[in-house]
């Protein structure tokens, strides 16, 4: 689901394409990468792009709860 995390009306780029800001799965995964990144053992991960990949997948399991 690509819902907007913060709604407003549409928004029009130079290029004209549509924007809608930051999809709630974004907002999402962006707090769970914050909470990672606050840990004291970041090293638990063996690359940024492996946080990323774990925060996503935390947003996903809070989407999905959320749709229960």
């Known amino acids: 689901m690509n819902i907007p995390a913060f709604p ?3 928004i029009y ?3 004209n394409e549509k924007f809608n800001g ?3 799965r974004d907002y999402f995964a962006a707090k769970a990468m914050q909470g990672f990144a ?3 053992d970041v090293d638990g991960f063996s690359s940024v792009e ?3 990949k774990m925060s996503y997948k ?3 399991a809070m989407m999905k709860v ?3």
């Open 8 to 10: 407003v009306e549409m």
């Open 13 to 15: 780029t130079q290029e």
């Open 22 to 24: 930051m999809t709630l």
């Open 38 to 40: 606050a840990m004291s």
């Open 50 to 52: 492996e946080m990323a």
């Open 58 to 60: 935390w947003a996903d």
């Open 66 to 68: 959320r749709q229960a």
